[in-house]
């Protein structure tokens, strides 16, 4: 049999995405690209805002039009939010949120399908290199025990879960063993990790730096009020990349109360200033949301103050969209469209100039660049190579070695449109190619 599966949303889904396509080939059922050919159709929906429900709709309807006779199998935050909608959308089987670390097992019962034994299979025989991945995303926790005024995502995930360690180290030494050479802790409340079984995310990332070989760890996005004091001393070891993802949302503390958001700006910039003092290099990225409800000008001008001051690597930019079902949705003074439109432009303006001097102090700098891909080779045998700095920030450079999935050592030596430009380093006219397949 073979099974098709699609995603739509947050890392999250992707990694739950990816975890499902090793499920079923361990059980004989072949992940296949093309849905026209699967016998299982597997969509993992969202519901963030009222744009990704409609969208969830229109990927189940074109799911069934296009492949009838196919099996079709949904999970995700639409399919646990909404099961009766979702259940009149011709679905054979609809997997709650809470039962996801299940799904495959679910699937193989409930539809009564013919698998075979994991030990006909060619071992590790499913890869994210196949789909020219080079990292993979971990699912370590699912879950939060908290509710910001907008967001849906909680409710539709419900109570926070911790995968268990042996299982984490497990995936990690097996992503490792297909030539992944980098992973991303996913979670929708990271730091919560451990948090129902006496651990903690600290404790998580030791465990992790210490009984795998995994060449590159970055953290998904973190609630910046997760972070202990002594948490920056886990950079000292190179694998853990300088980079925290730490959606702050507004720079306003008045709207981060009406948001009932935990961190306030003071707080925020404190924890940051700390970071960059004990990791070299350190990049902090952000989410803000523009045009809260109520939000006024001088409130706009605090955020554009706190953006300034933080320095962020990078914005993620949101219009306050209303989402039925969360507090947000019911409050009073929306900001116009046309304002929200200005102060985003506002916001992607200055979010340029932070990015261009974080770019610029890079400059003349030796960093090491996993090697994600390049464009065809031109006619002297060079291809441009592109990858991310271990602070993630964007970069390209020439080599006429094949380099995909390599990690590479070059210099920085100047910065264009939010990218920087580099060359290998070269040792006796050859580069110098880090050799990080497992042994």
Not at 94 to 111: A, G, P
Not at 178 to 183: A, D, L, M, S
Not at 245 to 259: E, F, K
Request: glycine share 6%.
């Amino acid at each position: 049999m073979r099974v098709h599966l699609k995603t739509l949303g947050c890392r999250l889904n992707e990694a739950e995405l990816e975890s499902w396509a090793r499920g079923f080939q361990a059980m004989g059922i072949n992940p296949t690209p093309n849905p026209d050919d699967a016998d299982l159709l597997v969509i993992n929906t969202c519901a963030v805002t009222e744009e990704a429900v409609r969208k969830s709709r229109k990927l189940l309807r074109r799911a069934q039009r296009d492949n009838p006779v196919a099996k079709l199998i949904i999970s995700g935050c639409y399919a646990s939010l909404n099961p009766e909608q979702a259940a009149d959308l011709g679905v054979d089987l609809l997997i709650h949120n809470t039962e996801k670390e299940r799904l495959v097992d679910i699937v193989v019962e409930e539809l009564q399908l013919p698998t075979m034994p994991a030990a006909a299979m060619q071992a590790d025989a499913y890869s994210l290199l196949g789909n020219n991945r080079q990292r993979a995303f971990i699912k370590v926790q699912d879950g939060c025990r908290y509710r910001c005024s907008y967001c849906i995502v909680t409710l539709a995930r419900g109570e926070e879960r911790s995968k268990p360690l042996p299982d984490i180290l497990h995936e990690i030494r097996q992503q490792y063993q297909q030539g992944i050479q980098e992973v991303v802790l996913a979670g929708v409340h990271l730091g919560g990790y451990g948090s129902d079984s006496n651990s903690s995310l600290k404790t998580l990332v030791e465990e992790v730096l210490k009984h795998t070989d995994m060449p590159r760890i970055r953290l998904g996005s973190l609630e910046p009020w997760d972070l202990p004091e002594d948490f920056w001393h886990l950079f000292e070891n190179p694998r853990l990349m300088p980079h925290l993802h730490l959606p702050m949302q507004s720079g306003a503390n008045s709207v981060l109360r009406r948001m009932s958001r935990r961190c306030r700006t003071e707080e925020f910039l404190s924890l940051v200033e700390s970071a960059r003092q004990q990791v070299t290099d350190f990049n902090v990225t952000t989410d803000i949301i523009v045009g809260f409800p109520g939000e006024t000008e001088d409130e706009w001008r605090q955020t554009l103050v706190f953006v300034e001051q933080a320095a962020f690597g990078h914005v993620h930019i949101f219009a306050f969209s209303p989402r039925s079902g969360t507090r947000a949705a019911s409050l009073g003074n929306p900001v116009p469209r046309e304002t929200k439109r200005q102060r985003s432009e506002q916001l992607h303006q200055l979010a340029e100039k932070t990015r261009t001097t974080i770019i610029q102090q890079q400059l003349g700098k030796t960093v090491e660049i996993l090697v994600e891909g390049g464009n065809p080779a031109s006619e002297s045998g060079q291809r441009l190579w592109s990858g991310y700095t271990p602070n993630y920030l964007r970069v390209q450079f020439p080599s006429g070695q094949f380099l995909e999935n390599r990690i590479v050592p070059v210099i920085l030596e100047k910065g264009s449109n939010n990218i920087l430009f580099a060359s290998v380093v070269e040792n006796r006219e050859k580069p110098t190619i880090l050799d990080t397949k497992p042994k």
